[in-house]
């Protein structure tokens, strides 16, 4: 049973910082890609950064040279960290793998970013 575990968020002002953790279970962690994702209020949920077996990176645009995606293997974690956080920030942060045809998600952690 694949399960995926998130932690760190909480209430932080404008231009601070956070890092979430995704701890996860019943998966070859190593092997499998991992993204992060989010969703604020009332709008869809998006893909925020993503992490590949290799771990070669990629970002969206309104994170790039804020956020930083990283795995530890050895630990089964998945991280964000995020700087210079803004308002628009907020939002539940869901970590989310793949594979064999089955998509996995956490039940997110909540950031929100406000003074």
């Known amino acids: 049973q694949v399960q995926l575990v998130e932690s760190g968020g909480g209430l932080v002002q404008p231009g601070g910082s956070l890092r979430l953790s995704c701890t996860a279970s019943g998966i070859i962690f190593s092997a499998y890609p991992m993204d992060w994702y989010r969703q604020a209020p009332g709008k869809q949920r998006e893909l925020v950064a993503t992490i590949g077996s290799s771990g070669s990176t990629r970002y969206v645009d309104p994170v790039k040279g804020r956020f930083t995606i990283s795995r530890d293997n050895n630990k089964n974690t998945l991280y964000l960290q995020m700087n210079n956080l803004k308002p628009e920030d907020t939002a539940v942060y869901y970590c989310?793998?793949?594979?064999?045809?089955?998509?996995?998600w956490g039940k997110g952690t909540l950031v929100t970013v406000s003074s």
């Open positions: 989310k793998t793949y594979g064999f045809g089955m998509d996995y």
